[in-house]
């Protein structure tokens, strides 16, 4: 089995990979966020992609996540690990703390970018559960095994929402606290976009979500420095790097009966001799098998 990972901020590179190549991959969609980094961990097959580029060159805004799916579809990838930094909600979930997300609300503006459909191809998937049931099941074991041992003040947490905002500003206190009124658990800027095309692409997908701060609604958090903050960001990064070694052959060792695999099956509104053939070549790594 092909896993995917993705790295938000601070994570850019995995370690232990052997046999590393690189595989630029060009989508109808354009190009992803970087070459695709490809090799193995032990006897599992991986991929690693920065979301924002090598450097950090890309905003939230400027991502292709189109590509960046489709990318890891042509490749074969069947399960993506998706890590990124978010704000917290609420004092339990504190800055260290991971979060497996197992829902989003969207408040993008950039939602027609945010589906393979569309142009001559009409299809509505099921999205009521936007992870991987299974993922999340299996990076909890994983997570709970290691982070107390590695550090007495991080916690799991297995199940949160996680609001997707606009950015690349940050929050505004009104924003802040009307979110928190809402009861979302955390904040980020690039995850539900994955999560749908991944279910799009009949991908299992997974956020695991790393709190670096308290947004701005905690009083007295404002103060917190900037500094304060990118030393939890770094050692979160250090903790997910350790974590997806162990995290990888889990998920390689579960067999993949979730529905995720067939979230295709009914979804294709569009009879198959009425979509163009230019369409139908254009989305057939996602398609494909439904129209013949």
């Known amino acids: 089995m092909k896993i995917g990972i993705i790295g938000g901020s601070g994570l850019y590179e995995i370690d232990g990979i052997t046999d590393l190549q690189e595989h630029a991959i060009d989508t109808p969609f354009g190009a992803p966020s970087d070459i695709i980094m490809g090799g193995w961990l032990g006897d599992n097959e991986v991929f690693f992609l920065p979301r924002h580029g090598r450097g950090h060159r890309l905003l939230p805004g400027e991502l292709n996540h189109r590509a960046n799916i489709f990318a890891f579809k042509c490749i074969g990838i069947e399960r993506i690990l998706s890590f990124s930094a978010v704000g917290s909600f609420k004092e339990e979930l504190a800055p260290g703390d991971f979060v497996l997300i197992d829902q989003f609300v969207d408040r993008t503006r950039h939602t ?35 982070l107390p041992q590695q550090d007495a003040t991080a916690n799991v947490h297995s199940g949160g929402t996680y609001l997707n905002m606009e950015g690349p500003a940050f929050s505004t206190l009104a924003e802040s606290m009307l979110y928190k009124s809402w009861g979302m658990d955390v904040i980020g800027m690039t995850n539900m976009a994955e999560a749908r095309l991944a279910r799009e692409a009949e991908i299992c997908y997974l956020t695991v979500a790393m709190v670096t701060d308290y947004d701005c609604w905690r009083e007295g958090h404002e103060s917190v420095s900037v500094e304060l903050v990118i030393k939890t960001l770094m050692q979160n990064a250090a903790n997910a790097r350790e974590i997806i070694k162990l995290a990888v052959p889990a998920v390689a060792a579960e067999a993949r009966d979730c529905p995720c695999s067939s979230a295709l099956a009914c979804a294709v509104i569009t009879s198959s001799d009425a979509i163009a053939p230019e369409a139908a070549e254009r989305l057939r790594p996602i398609v494909g098998k439904y129209l013949t």
């Not at 142009?119 to 074991?141: Q, Y």
């Open 112 to 146: 027609p970018k945010h589906t393979f459909f569309g142009d001559g191809v009409a299809g509505h998937i099921a999205f009521s559960h936007p992870t991987c049931d299974v993922l999340r099941r299996t990076l909890n074991e994983v997570c709970r095994g290691y």
